[in-house]
Each structure stands twice: as structure tokens, then as C-alpha cells.
């Protein structure tokens, strides 16, 4: 297939999904609250979706007078095309790929590392105490939780013999991952869940005590990039799981293995909705020695379980 | 008196301490800042005793756990006394008096005019009485129409004296009084009628509730806590009470008494209190006027600009230009004319009589040692000698001081019995009529004849006669005149005896009176007094407001500008608040007029003067600028704006320093704000040196922010400007004094020149200001407000005045005639309200029975009377306290021309 | 860890519930007489305004919203000559109902007054006063109160003996 084809689709469907959720989530949350949610614009108020974004291209994009400015513009889009340029080497199909990279996995976690650069510097450009605040908690969260999520994914590679997506799904073929990597499952959710700073990480952007951390000063698109990145985050770590642990796309032949892709992806963005729906948010000390004092050591055992088990079978 | 200073330790509610012996338990507990309930106590009117509110528990030692209920306000402080306030007994006795007083009291406090600064509100709430459990019908009254100044409701009052107590003790009121018996007593007059005495607008302040009230302020009822208030100070006579400004909706709403320890104390007069109307008054000159041709009518413009391009070339500098100050504009006002216009050409706004008078009294103050009394001083004279000055229609609060100053000898006598002095009732009962001597010299019968020991009738001659007679008797270096009666003789040396053996003689005289013998005489006397005693004292009535301080500017009388004016042609005339038609004669004004090519008056309300001009520049009162008025014993007090100046009403120095910039032709204005004018002043003028050094400027900050004119409760800010615009507009800003038009910043305390408006937790009602004493009846914290910049210089340096008597021949048909002030309708501004307006008497003259007769007049009979070939009319009214040959005649009324008096006049029928 | 996992498993449970939402503006929602909506100004048993212009409203307002002027008829009966309240800042606290000492102030169960023009959010007397009684029907101040401002007599009132004669020197 084209290459180009291929990238707009991929493109269109991840951008779809991110907006998407926009609605979805909270459609489901007022669910989960015995609300109704929105429901006014167009059917079942889907259009709400296009309601918002139309608000936000048209919202006053305003740079603050105060604030180191070329940075600041640019630490939106830092967010945006990390994430996307993941999405490269995610296999939602056998034959629909953009790009089948033998260092997937690396090229992930290398793109992840990166991102934080925009919320450390969104928020140190902003000039602002509480975005300056958001962006040195986001920078000590991200390179916590970035040590164990790579560690945890080792365990995956080792049993594939391979950083490649797709070798790797290919090697779920008798058993998905979840049952012999269940703990580096469990870690890689939990930093999953960190990296993306989703509630209840959400940590730098805590309203409650820091307006809304990094990018409070940012307004417009420049803040619709930061909103639309975090959904696009939501929907790269269920991918990534969905990849990792549950199969990627294989599942019964009935149906088009690209379903059974996504019906594994939505699964794991509905958790992280739920998540949000349930859980308060941590203190920040709790959220760093949950980090070092738990997870990063079920990190190692995992891997050298598994390095044990792999060699005793060889 | 030693004991008064000694310092006494008291233990109240466990905690101890310190206070002066010679109080009574309740003003010192007021003074420590402790609050205890009270009504009939108030600290100028002593205690009585009678409410039994402010009951305490006191203790015999510290082994003494059931202790006994006494009345705090009688109760003198002792030391080591034991004392509880919040005793549960005490508690239970004044909860249960507060409940006596409302079983009466009418459901009526949200139409009631004193609510919200209602001592029985805050009576109430502090004594913990909260719930109605009597259930019968409550007693009423029927009211009485008590004139156009006092409302009277008298279903509110709860029988607490002090109206009575303040109304006739205190000012010697003799219309008011208490009626019925038992719970039935009635405090009102025998029928219908505006209250006599010219201080009774204090019964509004004295009543704890709400049976007396003040009817300006019903006409456009606001409440205390709504009002933006600033500290201003009276402009409506020479004395200089303190007051307090209250602004709403960009109008004046009410004048309240400022207290200050040495000048007015807890009270001000009916003139200061009512005659604010004129602030609010249609008259009032909003926008600019101009008139092109001298023929044409004046058109309002609106553009400042318009008016200073259409100053004629005849403006520049290079052309002459005269101006004229005023003596009820501010000090700073007359000095920003003076120096646009400089010194050679700046001319006081007054006539060459009044104008050498009070230049006479002004050396006379610098230059002798003899003490300028403050009021304060004023009460504490023991025997008073008053000449020719009619005080209670001049200097209306000098009178009320007077009226207490005769009360110092009977005290003096109880206190060597052993009653304290706050003891009211006691010391009336031992002292009964006996009275500090008092002696009084006019022309006619005076109202404080009531007090006077011996009074004395005569014309001008006769009583500077008398002043001579006196001052030779002390002293004889004095011009010696042996009088020809024997009884006046007699009283002469009767007076000289009296002031001779006093502690504290004080003579009283002043410039209305418009005699210079009666003033030098006033002034010998005065000087021989000081020779013996130190403590002789001098206050001499003024003719307004700033007169003291428009005489310390350098400039000449009026009569020379007019003198000038008839030879030459004047370019341009500048007239600063100042009606020349009430200073000289109409035929001078007219020539003065004629002969300026192009005449600019700024004043605040349409007069004859401003009428007829060709710019007319629209200035603030006293209400919307700030300013300093110097009193008739020197000392300079400041006020400030209580509103914010709109339409295209500025300030006179303002307008004055845009002329100054015009004249000039550049574009630096001599001063941006008030400050930088009083530094200019100070710096060209240094008698004002010490102006400086009292009044904090604008960057006066308490907390770092300006201090409130508003109280914390100021309501419809959102709203009261939301009719023009939703959104709310930014708050004034006030460049020019360190006061902000807002509720936000550190209101308590602030320094005694910038309290605008008591109030303190639990105070609401005037009765707050206690709080802000050092001592009751005492000085403000941190000392009075106002500096003495005329002072005594310490070394008796003065000579006698030479006095040459002069006898007038009297023509035929002629009569003497000297001038009678009223308190309403003499000054010009307060004559503009309509409350002042209703008390203004037609123009009259009295006469007595024998003159009458001769010229077959009767009473109310309208006659002519031809001064200085000015023809007024008048209504006579017979008086017999005149001398034969002696006419009195009421000046300045509103509709009468000028007339120089003390003249002769020629009475005929109309 | 369990209870993390519990609530968790509790919320999503939350799908089988039934939605709380009323969905207005298609479902009215039921509002108690007490509710506290749009202000109005009532008038007594006499028809007559019952606002006695005492400004305790005003002062009792947190965010300063109402703004009155008060006046007097040719009786001295005390009636606003304006009263505004800048509905655009009132947060609709009820306080001024609570200060009013005539149940002048209203507050009723409406509170439909959403303008696109904010200056039409300020409501002058005209648009505050209605010809009812509202929650207090019968209730008359003046016939409480002590003054006598053309309601009744001096001591005719409710709980008012007869004038004291002060001629009068009977025990």
C-alpha cells in the first residue's frame, strides 16, 4: 500500500480517537456519576466534539507578555509530534503498519522520554509559578515512571526475542503475554498511567492546587494541543498494551484482526476512564515512593524471573 | 487639684489597671476601651445616675466572691478597687433595665432615622437583650412640628434626661422641657414650634435614640453606614468647629460634629449643622458661563477648553490683572490667586472697616503676650468681661463655652466639698444659681444675658466708655477716663475688681461689632490684665470663616481696588468666592465692574456678583476640596472633600493654577496637587511655615493604603451607578489628600486629622468616639487636630492703644445705628438652605420705646432709613433694652444692600 | 490495594444506575415556594408598597447589588424613590429577604431572567414591584410600627395603647 495513504489513515483515525474521546469520556464519567452527560448537540450530543473544537480554534490564542514566547509556542507541538511519531511503529493490523521497526519498542520509549520536554517546557516558559510548579513535579513523574516502564517492557522483549510490534505480536500467537508478564503488566499500567498524567497522576496539572500546572497560561490551540495530547496519550499506552500484553490484533478470524485491535484498545481507554471516575489523587510523595519503593523493584524481579525462567528452559 | 493626677491601679474582670483618680468607674472603663452599657451618662453632660444600665459588680478585696451591684458612673475610682463587669449578676441587672426601656419602645427602627447609629441599638445588643417577653400594647405620644432643623417622634424616647439635661443645663435652653408624670413624662415644648436655642441640632446627637432626629437630613435619608464621609471643618464662622462631611449619591447628606478636645468639643452650632444646604442647591454653578458682550446674556459652556480660549487677550501677561480674595474661601485658594495676579495687585475681598479690624486684632495677637483661648481655655475662665460683640450670633460656640465658664466658680466651691465634679446633680444642688461673674457691655439685650452678673446698655461710645473706664481701673498707664454716670462708674470698677482677683480673666470682643474703640478698649484692658497675671486671656470674634487667614496674606482692603478702578482701566478682574455686592456699595461695585474690560468670578453659587460678569468659573465648597480655614485665635485646621467634584467643578486653586498656566503661556502648571500648592505657599509665605509639619500629605499611608471614607458596610456599590452602566467604573482616585473614596483599607484610628466618621465594634452611634480619646472630655489620640500659627510670643511687649473718642452729632430725624448679626441669615452660604431660610428674620431694626415715639412708630411698622444715601426698609420692633438715640439694625439678611455700620441714620416713614 | 480495586469495581457498578439529571429546559424541575430565584418587590394588604426604604436589604447584600434612594409622601410615609439591584452580581444568597424587616423583598421560585444585553440585568423598581402580597399576605408595618405616617392613627396601631394625655397627672 501507499505509504502516504497509510500515514493519512493512521493519522485521521488517531487524531478521530483523540478527539473522540473528548465525548467519550465524558459521556462515560457522567455514567459512572448518574449523570446524563452532554447530550444537547447533534445526536446523542456527538457533536460536542465539533462544538469544541470550533471554540477552540476560535478562542483568543493569547501569549503571555511575560512568558519566553518561541518556547512557548513550540512546547504545545513538541507533545503532539512525539506522540504521533509513536503511533509509526504500532501494527494495527498484520498488513496495516506505517513503519516496522526492528527497535519499536526503544523508538516508544525514547518518543515518551522526549514529550516531557514539553510540559517541563511549556511550563518553565509560561513564567508563571504554578505552571513552573506543574512542570518540575511532570519532569520528576515522567523520569520516575520512564525508568520502570522501560524496565517492565523486558521482560516482553525477552520472551519475543524482539523489539519489533510486530514480532512481538506475532510471538502472542499461543499465549498473549498477560499470563507469564502479568507484573510487568501491572507496572507498565501503572506507568502507563503516570506518563500520560492521567488522574489519578495527574500530579502536575492538579487543579485543585495548581490551577491547571503547566499549561495554565495557555490558551486557544496551543491549550487544545496540550488536551488533544493527552487523549492521544491515553490512546498510545492502550494501544501499546493492547500490543504488548493482550495480542495486538490477533483474536478470532471472524472478524477483521484491525477490530479486534481496537476493540483491545477502547477496552483499556475505558479503564483509564474509570480510573478518573474512581480514584482521588495521591499526595505527590506517595505517587514518587509508590514509584521507587514498589514499582521499580517488581520492575527488576519481573525481568529476572523471567531471565530465570527463559534460561531453565533453553 | 494634685489628686486629679494620681495614677490609680483598678482590677476589672481579673486583669489590672491603670487610671486617674478623680473619675468616675465608667469613664474609666470607656477610656480603657471596655465597654460598659450606658444612656444617661454622657462624658460632657456628667453622670446622674438614672438609668441604672451601666451597673458593674464590685468587690470589697480579693476574698470578697459575692461582691455588691453599684452604678458605675457614680462610683468614683479608688485605688485597688475590685470591680466586674461581666459578673453573670451584673449581666442579668442590665439585660433586665434594657428590657424596662423596650417594653415602650415602638417596632420602628427600619423608618426610624437613627438606626443604624442608634445608642440604643447598640445598647441593646450589648446588653444581651434580644427577645420580647411583654406582651401588652405600648404607650404613644402625640408629636410636635419643633421647626424645620429637629424631627420629633416621641413614641421612641425612653425617658432618659438627657435632652433635658443637655438642652437646659448645658446651653440654657428655656423652651424644652419634661411634661406629665410617671411612665407618662413628655419631653417636648409647651405648643408648636422651632426649638429657640441656637444649638438645639445637638439634641440629635445628645438623644441616644431616635425621638429627636435631623429633618435636612429626612429630606434624603441616608444611612450612617451608606455614607462616604470626609473631616471637614464649619465654614459658616470664625471659630472653626470640627465636622464631619457625609456624601451619597454625589450629594450632601448631613453635617455631624467632629469632636476635637480644644476647639468645639462634642457639639456644634444650629448654623454649622443645618446651613450645608447650599452645597446641594440649585443655585450652584455647575459648567462654566461666559458672555461675550457686556450686553448679552451668560451661556453655560461645557468645555473647559472653551473657557480659557475664550479669554480675551486682555489675560496676558503683559496687562493688569487684579484679584480679589475672599475671607471664606480656603487659605490656599486666596494664595493661588495671589500669586497669579502678585502681591502689588492681590486685594482683600473686604471692606476697608473690616479689613483694618481685623489687622489690628491680628498685630495685636502676634505681637502681645496675652493668651488666644481655645474654647477648651474658654470654659476654664473664671470671671468673663464681653464688649460690643454679639458672640451668640457671631461665634455662636465662643457663647456656649461662655455658658460653661460660669459654672467654674460653684464647682470650684463643691469640689473643695468634696463632690467630684463628673457628680452632675450634687453640684447643681450645693451650687444652685451661683455663677462665675459674667459681664456683659452691648448695645442691646444679648443671650447671655441669662448668665451675666451685671449687663451694661449703651452705644458704641458708652461701651467703649466703659472698656476704657475698666482697663484704667487696672492699670494706669492707661488712657484714664472717669465716667460721667456714678452707676456706670460703679460697674466699672465693679468689672475691674472681678477680672483683677480672677485666676483666669478673659475678655471677649470682636471685629463685627465694627468699632475700633470698643476693640482697643477691649484690647487695654487686656494688656493691663497681663501686666498682674499671666493667664489673662483675649478671644476676639472674626467676620468668617478664613478671615484670620486672609489677613495673614499680604494685600490691601477692597476700597483701594475701587479707588484704583475710578482712575485707571483695570484689564482684568479676578474675583475669588466673593460676593462684592455684600462688602461695598452697590455704585463702587458698579464702577469697579466698569472700569475692568474683563471680569472672571469663581464661585460655587449664582449671586449678584456672579451674575453679571463675563466668566464664570464653577468652583467646589468646602464639601468637595481640600483647603485650610484659620481660626479667630490662629489656628490653622484642614478639610477635605467628602465628594468627588463632576460636571466641570474643580477647585478654586485648580482653575486658579490652569489661569496661572494660561497667563504664562507655557505648558508647566505651578502645582499638579494640593501638596505641591501648600509647599509653594509654605516656601513664598513663611508665617505658613508650620502647615507643613502638621497635615499629613497624600502619601500618608496606614497599612500601606489610603485611609476609608466609607464604612466596612457601604452598600450598592454594584449598583448605584449601574443604571448608567453595568459595569462598574473605577474607584476615584484622590490625588490631593490621603483620604480614598472607598470602603477598602485600615479605617480604625487613623491620625485625629483624618478620623471621617467615629465608629469602633460595637459603637455605631456617635457615642463611639470615645474611642478615639485619650481621655473623655480630654484630647483626641495622638492630640487634637489643628496647629496655632498665630501665637503669642511670650514677652508683654505691647503698648495701650491710644484711644481717641469721637462724638457724632446727630442731625435731625438721625439716630445711631450699630449692627445686629443673626445667627441664620448673617453669613451668606447658610442662607442658601432651605432649613436656614425658614429661621432668617425679615430685615428689621429695633428701637426703643422713646425713639419710636419720637418718630411715631409703632411695632411691625415698615420704615426707611437713609445710610450713607442708601436707602433700606425695615420692619421696626420695639425693644426697650436700647439706649435712647441707639438704633439697631440687622445686616447682611439675605435681599439687603450693604451698609457700613456703626453710622448714623436718618429714619423715616414709608 | 483491595479497597482501590473495591472502588473501582463500585463505580463501574454506577452503569446500572438510573441517571439523576431533569432535563430542563424539556423537564421543569419542581421549585419550592421557598426557592430562592428572581427578587421582587411586594406591596401590604392596602396595595401599597410595603418597601419602607429602610436600607437593611443593602446592607445585608455581600456583593453590594442593590441600591435604594429613600423618600417620603406628603404623610412621611417612607417609600425608595429608586431601588435597583444589579441582578448581573446578585448571587442570589436570599440575605436581603432575611433583612427585610416588611417582607418587602421577595425572593420566588423563577429563575429564568438570562439576557444577552448584561445592562438589561439591572431591574429598576418598575421591574421589581408586583401587585401582590407574595408569602405574607395581610402583613401591614405601619399598623406595627410606632410612627404615624397615614396608615393609622397614633395609637391605633396593632399594639398601641392611646395617646398619653400630658395634661394628665392621674397616677
Known sequence: MNYLLIIGITLFVVLSIAAGLIWIER???????????????????????????????????????????????????????????????????????????NIGILFFLGNSSLGVYSIVLGGWASNNKYSFIGAMRASAQMLTYEVF????????????????????????????????????????????????????????????????????????????????????????????????????????SFLPPAFWFFLKTFFFIFVFILLRASLPRPRYDQLMSLGWKLLLPLALLNILITGAVLLFLK | ??????????????????????????????????????????????????????????????????????????????????ISIEDADASAIRAAVIEGVMTNHPHDCPVCDEGGECHLQDMTVMAGHNYRRFDFKKRTYKDQDLGSFINHEMNRCIQCYRCMRFYRDYVGGKDLNAFAAHNYVYFGRHE????????????????????????????????????????????????????????????LRRIMSRYNGAVNGYFICDRGRFGYEFVNDEKRIRNPKIRINKNEKQEEVSEN???????????????????????????ESNYSLLSLVGQENFYHGISKREYNLTKTALDFLRSSSVKTPSLKQIEKADVVFILGEDITNTAPMTALAVRQAVRNKPKAAATEKGIPLWNEYPIRNYTQDSKSPVFIATAIKDRLDDIAEKTFRGSNADIAGLGIAVGSLLNDEASTLKLSSNDQQELAEKIALSLKNAK????????????????????????????????????????????????????????????IASNEIIDTLVILENDLYRRTTKESVDVLFEKSKQVIVLDHLINKTSQDVDIVIPVSTFAESEGTLINNEGRAQRYYKAINNKDEVKESWRWIGDLIKLRNNDQSIPWNNFDELVSSLVNELPAFSKLKEYMPDADFRMYNAKIPRQSLRYSGRTAMNANIAVSEQKVAEDNDSPL??????????????????????????????????????????????????????????????????????????????????????????????????????????????????????????????????????????????????????????????????????????? | MFSILRTIWLTFLHIFHRSETVEYPEVKPYLAPRYRGRIVLTRDDEKKERCVACYLCAAACPVDCIALQAAEDDNGRRYPEFFRINFSRCIFCGFCEDACPTYAIQLIPDFE???????????????????????????????????????????????????????????
Open chain 1, 27 to 101: 459521556r462515560l464519567l457522567s455514567v459512572w456519576q448518574d449523570r446524563l452527560g452532554p447530550n444537547r448537540v447533534g445526536p446523542f450530543g456527538l457533536f460536542q466534539v465539533i462544538a469544541d473544537t470550533i471554540k477552540l480554534f476560535f478562542k483568543e490564542d493569547w501569549v503571555p507578555p511575560f512568558s519566553d514566547k518561541p518556547v512557548f509556542i513550540l512546547a504545545p507541538g513538541i507533545l503532539m509530534v512525539t506522540i504521533l511519531l509513536t503511533f509509526a511503529v504500532i501494527p494495527f493490523a498484520p498488513d496495516f503498519y506505517v513503519f516496522d521497526s
Open chain 1, 149 to 252: 516502564m522501560g524496565l517492565s517492557l523486558m521482560g516482553v522483549v525477552m520472551m519475543a526475542d524482539s523489539f519489533s510490534f510486530r514480532a512481538i505480536v506475532e510471538a502472542q500467537k499461543d499465549c498473549w503475554f498477560i499470563i507469564p508478564q502479568f507484573f510487568g503488566f501491572v507496572v507498565f499500567f501503572i506507568a502507563g498511567v503516570a506518563e500520560t498524567h492521567r488522574l489519578p497522576f495527574d500530579i502536575p496539572e492538579a487543579e485543585g492546587e495548581l490551577i491547571a500546572g503547566y499549561h495554565s497560561e495557555y490558551s486557544g490551540m496551543k491549550f487544545g494541543m496540550f488536551f488533544v495530547g493527552e487523549y492521544l496519550g491515553v490512546t498510545l499506552i492502550s494501544a501499546i498494551i493492547a500490543t504488548l500484553f493482550f495480542g495486538g490484533w490477533l483474536g478470532p
Open chain 2, 1 to 82: 487639684m494634685s489628686l486629679e493626677i494620681m495614677i490609680v491601679k483598678i482590677r476589672i474582670d481579673g486583669k489590672y489597671y491603670e487610671t486617674k483618680l478623680g473619675k468616675n468607674l465608667l469613664e474609666a472603663c470607656l477610656e480603657l476601651g471596655l465597654n460598659i452599657p450606658h444612656f444617661c451618662y454622657h462624658p460632657a453632660l456628667g453622670s446622674v445616675g438614672a438609668c441604672r444600665l451601666c451597673a458593674v459588680k464590685r468587690f470589697k478585696d480579693a476574698d470578697d466572691k459575692k461582691g455588691h451591684i453599684i452604678m458605675s458612673c457614680m462610683e468614683p475610682v479608688t485605688e485597688g478597687m475590685i
Open chain 2, 192 to 251: 408648636n414650634g422651632a426649638l429657640e436655642s441656637e444649638f438645639s441640632g445637638n439634641l440629635v446627637e445628645v438623644c441616644p435614640t431616635g425621638v429627636f432626629t435631623d429633618k435636612t437630613l429626612k429630606k434624603h435619608f441616608t444611612r450612617k453606614w451608606d455614607l462616604s464621609n470626609a473631616p471637614s471643618v464649619c465654614v459658616h464662622c470664625s471659630v472653626g468647629c470640627n465636622t464631619i462631611v457625609s456624601e451619597r449619591y454625589d450629594s
Open chain 2, 305 to 331: 477648553n472653551l473657557i480659557l480660549t475664550s479669554l480675551t487677550e486682555s489675560f496676558s501677561k503683559d496687562k493688569k490683572i487684579i484679584g480679589i480674595g475672599s475671607p471664606r474661601a480656603s487659605l
Open chain 2, 504 to 563: 483666669h480673666p478673659l475678655i471677649i470682643t470682636g471685629v463685627n461689632c465694627g468699632d475700633e474703640e470698643i476693640l482697643h478698649a477691649a484690647l487695654n484692658i487686656s494688656i493691663a490684665l497681663r501686666k498682674n497675671n499671666p493667664e489673662a486671656m483675649l478671644s476676639i470674634a472674626l467676620p468668617e470663616c478664613n478671615s484670620m487667614g486672609l489677613a495673614m496674606l499680604p494685600g490691601k482692603p477692597l476700597d483701594e481696588a475701587i479707588s
Open chain 2, 740 to 910: 480614598a473614596f472607598s470602603m477598602e483599607g485600615q479605617g480604625e484610628q487613623p491620625p485625629s486629622s483624618l478620623v471621617p466618621f467615629y465608629w469602633t465594634p460595637g459603637w455605631n452611634s456617635v457615642q463611639a468616639s470615645n474611642n478615639y480619646l485619650d481621655e473623655l472630655n480630654g484630647s483626641l489620640k495622638g492630640g487634637d487636630p489643628g496647629i496655632r500659627l498665630v501665637e503669642s510670643n511670650g514677652e508683654n511687649k505691647s503698648s495701650y492703644f491710644k484711644i481717641d473718642s469721637h462724638t457724632v452729632d446727630l442731625q435731625k430725624n438721625e439716630l445711631l445705628i450699630v449692627p445686629a448679626y443673626s445667627i441664620f441669615g448673617s453669613e451668606e452660604l447658610s442662607s442658601a438652605g432651605e432649613a436656614i431660610k425658614q429661621r432668617i428674620p425679615e430685615p428689621f431694626v429695633y428701637l426703643c420705646e422713646k425713639d419710636a415715639d419720637i418718630f411715631e412708630f409703632k411695632d411691625n411698622d415698615m420704615i426707611t432709613i437713609e445710610i450713607a444715601k442708601s436707602k433700606i426698609e425695615l420692619k421696626v420692633i420695639i425693644e426697650n433694652s436700647l439706649k435712647q438715640g441707639v438704633a439697631v439694625v440687622s445686616v447682611n439678611l439675605p435681599g439687603m444692600p450693604f451698609i457700613d455700620l456703626p453710622a448714623s441714620g436718618i429714619f423715616s416713614k414709608m
Open chain 3, 113 to 171: 431572567m438570562a439576557e444577552y444585553d448584561r445592562q438589561n440585568l439591572v431591574y429598576e423598581k418598575e421591574n421589581l414591584l408586583i401587585s401582590g402580597e407574595g408569602k405574607y399576605p395581610g402583613y401591614n408595618f405601619y399598623k406595627n410600627a410606632g410612627v404615624d405616617m397615614g396608615v393609622k392613627r397614633k395609637g391605633d396601631g396593632l399594639t398601641e395603647e392611646k395617646p398619653v394625655d400630658v395634661n394628665d397627672l392621674m397616677p
